[in-house]
C-alpha cells in the first residue's frame, strides 16, 4: 500500500499542533503579555470541525494507494476544514474578549500550525485532480470566500490583526499603494532595460561578458547594504539636479529604495531573454530565412514569439520577487508595507509586524498568480511552457 506521506505528514503535524500547542492567545491591552488558550478552551465544540478534518486527512492518506479516487473527498474535506478555521477563531475571539475594546486575541502557534498542516493536505489532494474539476476549484475557492464572508459578517472584528488593520485603515492603504508602485515600477524598469541588454547579449558575443556582470553585480550585494550604498550618491545627485531634487530623489526616501528593485529585476529579466533567445531551434530560424524573410522578419515574426513566454517568465519572477523585497524600503523612508513591519517591531506589536509581513506575502502569491494567468493568457497554446 502507498502512503501519501505528503498530507500524512501536514495532517498529523496539524492534528498534535491544534491538540497540543496554544491556539489562541488572550491579552488585557496591546502590549501586555498574552495568555494561552488551548483549542478546547478557545473553540468549544468547534474544534471537532479542525480535528476532525486533520484526522480526515490523515486517514484518506493512509487509504491513498489502497483505494483511488480518494483526492476528491479528500480536497473537499481539507478545504473544508481550513475555510472553517479563520470563522471559529474570529467567533471564539468575540467570546473571549468579552466585549472588552482594549483586549486583543491574537492566533496562537497551535492555529498557525494547524493551518498549515490543512494548507499541505490541501495542496497535496488538489495537485492530483484536473485543474478543471469542480472539487478542485470549490475546495481552494472556499477559504477566501468563507474568510470573506466572515469578515463582512462581523465575526473577525475582536481578531487583534482586524483591529490593527481597522485603526491603521488609511495608513494601511497609502502604504499599501506605495508598496505597489515601488515593485510594480521598478519591475517595468527593470523590463524596459533588461531585455534589451538580454538581446545585446544574444546578438553581441563580445559585449555578453561585460553584461553579465552587470546584471549580476545587484544580487551579489546584500539588499541592506546596496541600499546603505546608494545614499551618498543619490543625496549627490538629487543635490546637483534641482529637477530631480524636487521629485525626491535624495539619499533617502523612495529614490534608492526604486532603483535596487529596478537593479535586481535586471538579472532575471535578461538571463531569461538571452536563453529564451538562444534556446530557439535554429532549423525553425533557417526555415523562415528560405521562406525569404528577412532578419527582422525573422525576428519579429519567428524567433520573438517562440521566446516570449521564457522572457514574460523572467518578468514575473522579477516583479514577484520585487513584491516581496520592497517591504525594505521602509528601512530608508521608501515607505510600503515594511512601514508597518517595523513600526510593529519599534512598538513591540506582533500583531502589527503580522500585518505587514502577512500583507507583504500575500501580494508576492497573488502577483505570482495573476501574471501566470495573464501569460497563459497572452501567449498561444502551441508555444507555452509547462510553467505558463
Known sequence: ????????????????????LPFLSLRPNR?????????????????????????AAGILAVLH?????????GALLSGAGLAALLPLAGAAAGRLVGG????????????????????????????????????????????????????????LDDLSLVRELAARGSTFAAELARHLALAGGSASLGAAVGVPLGLAMYRRPRWRGAISVAVSAA????????????????????????????????GVGWAPAFTVLSLYALLPIAGNTFAALGAVDPGILDAARGMGMSRRQVFLRVQAPLALPVIL?????????????????????GGGLGTLVFLGLAQAA?????????????????????????????????????DS
Open 1 to 20: 500500500m502507498s502512503v501519501d506521506w505528503i498530507t500524512l505528514a501536514g495532517a498529523a503535524g496539524g492534528f498534535l499542533s491544534a491538540a497540543l
Open 31 to 55: 502590549i501586555l503579555e498574552g495568555v494561552p488558550r488551548g483549542l478546547l478552551e478557545s473553540l468549544g465544540p468547534g474544534a471537532g470541525i479542525v480535528l476532525g478534518a486533520l484526522s
Open 65 to 73: 494507494g489502497r483505494r483511488p479516487g480518494l483526492d476528491t473527498p
Open 100 to 155: 472588552s475594546p482594549v483586549a486583543r486575541v491574537s492566533a496562537g502557534p497551535g492555529f498557525w500550525l494547524a493551518a498549515a498542516g490543512l494548507g499541505v493536505a490541501l495542496f497535496s489532494f488538489t495537485r492530483r485532480l484536473p485543474s478543471r474539476s469542480p472539487a478542485r476549484i470549490a475546495s481552494l475557492l472556499a477559504v477566501p470566500a468563507a474568510a470573506a464572508a466572515a469578515a463582512l459578517a462581523g465575526l
Open 219 to 250: 544580487q551579489v550585494v546584500p539588499t541592506l547594504s546596496l541600499l546603505g550604498l546608494l545614499i551618498v550618491p543619490m543625496a549627490a545627485l538629487g543635490a546637483a539636479v534641482p529637477v530631480l531634487g524636487r521629485l525626491g530623489v535624495r
Open 313 to 333: 517568465a523572467g518578468i514575473r519572477t522579477a516583479f514577484t520577487a520585487n513584491m516581496g523585497n520592497a517591504i525594505l524600503a521602509a528601512l530608508v523612508g
Open 350 to 386: 506582533p500583531d502589527l509586524i503580522l500585518l505587514g509581513a502577512l500583507s507583504t506575502a500575500a501580494l508576492a502569491l497573488a502577483a505570482d498568480r495573476v501574471l501566470a494567468l495573464a501569460i497563459r493568457g497572452a501567449v498561444p497554446r502551441g508555444i507555452r511552457t509547462e
